[in-house]
């Protein structure tokens, strides 16, 4: 029987994408497990999950830290001390620092609810909708050292509405973020993700069954 | 009997965009005609499309004008003469000036080979290969001041694949251009784009036949 990979969230809000993740694990679609959850914020709705799930948690409050290293380090220890291989960002609010990034190198991803590299940063419905892009979407990619810039996993695209408000567009978005998100963490447990550069090959390519959940038909 | 709306279609290569143009206006797909094309490029295939197809045609060489104004100035010259009520740039290798931007206000289009606001300017398939990008497509904008950045009318998503090479992107691509540049067109030609900003609505709004039309199925 093949170890599950053992996953570490960290999430500051309300934790739908850990949700969807917990129960991908649960459910066996994803072949692996969330070995711990971290939030920076006390009152994040992933803790309560985590609770929920019977999944351990914890809250490393970044204000008790003076820099970002050394807050990292402490996101560090605790990760290390639960044995967790890939660290996922689940709606992390923190700039992470090079100490995370070099102690799970190529071992961090992130979601983005946008067709990368279109719309990075924050702010970014309203952006998509004022720039009047007619498709949008979602992207799961390895975390490099700078912000929403890393190798591409998965995306899956939407279209955007003529009367669409930043909350259908981001509802419509999220919806598809739960369902490539448990997909990029199952192909990297099951060994299937090559990083050349900036780009990320699947080896073996995706079954025309495996593509058709990332992408969805567009109408 | 309605009046046929007037384009006159700039290109300086080989094209493929003009004869997708030329034949829905010949099929009634769009209720349009093409008045002129015109070229900066004496070789361009554009020029023998027109030809083969009885479409007037110049070749205005940018190379006997001392300036980006003067050289607007004989194209909206043959443009007006000609009755043209819709400029379409159709690989139209010339940055446009005010000369020419507001003898057309807001009647100015252009097709660019990428989902904007991903991977403007130059070399656009090698960008979004290079990228990693999971999806491209293509955009027919109104053109502005800027390069690549006026209101968005239509969009097209396909998949990019492992294997892709530029040209095999391209040739996805291209299919989705020669669907969605006649349909921004004749969506123009029944009065139906509104723009407001930065956005173009689209009133009445695209039928579901239409909308299958524009976003192809993804798989």
Redesign the interface.
Known sequence: MSKKLRIGALASGGGTNLQAIIDRCLDNSIDAEVALVISNNPDAGALERARKAGIPFQCIDHRGFDSRESYDAALVKALQSAGVELVVLAGFMRLISSVLLDAYPGRIMNIHPA?????PGLHVQRKA???????S?C?VHFVDKGVDTG??I??A?V?VL?NDTEQSLSERILRQEHRIYPQAIHLFAQGRLRVEG?????DP?LS?TE??LT?????
């Open positions: 067709l990368l590299p279109a719309f909708l004022e720039y009047g892009a007619r498709f979407g992207t190798p591409i998965i995306q695209v279209p003529d900036r780009r990320v090959l699947l390519p025309p593509a058709a992408n969805p038909e567009i109408r």
